[in-house]
Nanobody, 122 residues
Framework: VQLVESGGGLVQSGDTLTLSCISSESLWNIDVLGWYRQAPGKERELVAAIPSDGSTNYVDSVKGRFTISRDHAKNTMYLQMNSLKPEDTAVYYC?????????????????WGQGTQVTVSS
């Protein structure tokens, strides 16, 4: 599975930016799609996720500002980021998790995009 992000850039505080992630695999075959971010000197953190059932969850710091969505027809996931803050500055990564179920049990496969830089100036 290949994931390609786009949409990052340099914006001002309060602006809106939408990230896209195109998957080479049908989204129907992916169990969980997610956006992670990593700021300089910090660990990578989960920003938002959307499991196959369509539910969504967000890290507290972005609730009410970010929206994760997906378009199965386009094999694309999105992250709309409103009211951006300087602390949102980070490299944003697309993530896909696939659970492979066999008679012997389950194994989890995980894939990452190359990342896209988001910089928010104050």
């Amino acid at each position: 599975v290949q994931l390609v992000e786009s949409g990052g850039g340099l914006v001002q505080s309060g602006d809106t930016l939408t990230l896209s992630c195109i998957s080479s695999e049908s989204l129907w075959n992916i169990d969980v799609l997610g956006w992670y971010r990593q700021a300089p000197g910090k660990e990578r953190e989960l920003v938002a996720a959307i499991p196959s059932d369509g539910s969504t969850n967000y890290v507290d710091s972005v609730k009410g500002r970010f929206t994760i969505s997906r378009d199965h027809a386009k094999n694309t996931m999105y992250l709309q980021m409103n009211s951006l803050k300087p602390e949102d500055t980070a490299v944003y990564y697309c993530n896909a998790k696939i659970v492979v179920r066999t008679i012997e049990g389950e194994s989890k496969l995980e894939y990452w995009g190359q990342g896209t830089q988001v910089t928010v100036s104050s």
